[in-house]
């Protein structure tokens, strides 16, 4: 058995997925607009070069998602966040600089009691972070 993430966007899917695997080294392993899938007919014509489906492996974890059709988004994702473990506290910094980059950081990086560092951030797809690498350098 495998848990895996599932994220909806209200639009900007393929952006975010795009700053993703640059920021992570992760492959986008899928980015499947509407269009030119059965779901194209059934879906506004303004709508149908948003993502029905995106994979991004990094890792062995996938994290999927599509772009939430009007009627169907959010304001504000909450009650959860990305967690991403990193090898060295300098990678911990630089993910996390990349991902507070038009974000906001909700606790800011650095060394606690469980962790050599760990921060939180909301990124400016308005996707939750937490980044932490356990060991020290």
């Given at each position: 058995?495998?848990a895996?993430i599932?994220?909806?966007?209200n639009?900007?899917c393929?952006?975010?997925f795009?700053?993703?695997a640059?920021?992570?080294?992760?492959?986008?392993?899928?980015?499947?607009?509407?269009?030119g899938?059965?779901?194209?007919?059934?879906?506004?014509p303004?709508?149908?070069?948003?993502?029905?489906?995106?994979?991004l492996k990094i890792?062995?974890?996938?994290i999927?998602?599509?772009d939430a059709?009007?009627?169907?988004?959010?304001d504000k994702?909450?009650?959860f966040?990305?967690s991403?473990?990193v090898?060295?506290p300098?990678?911990?910094?630089?993910?996390?600089?990349?991902?507070?980059d038009?974000?906001?950081?909700?606790?800011?990086?650095?060394?606690?009691?469980?962790?050599?560092?760990?921060?939180?951030?909301?990124d400016?797809?308005?996707?939750?972070w937490?980044?932490?690498?356990?060991?020290?350098?």
């Amino acid at each position: 058995m495998q848990a895996d993430i599932y994220l909806f966007f209200n639009g900007n899917c393929e952006e975010a997925f795009k700053y993703y695997a640059k920021v992570t080294g992760g492959k986008i392993e899928a980015m499947m607009p509407h269009k030119g899938t059965p779901a194209e007919q059934q879906t506004a014509p303004e709508w149908r070069d948003k993502i029905l489906y995106a994979c991004l492996k990094i890792g062995k974890t996938a994290i999927m998602a599509s772009d939430a059709p009007p009627g169907r988004q959010h304001d504000k994702a909450q009650g959860f966040s990305v967690s991403l473990g990193v090898d060295t506290p300098a990678e911990a910094e630089r993910i996390f600089a990349a991902l507070s980059d038009g974000g906001a950081a909700t606790m800011p990086m650095g060394p606690t009691f469980f962790a050599a560092r760990f921060g939180m951030v909301t990124d400016r797809f308005g996707v939750p972070w937490m980044v932490v690498c356990e060991k020290a350098a």
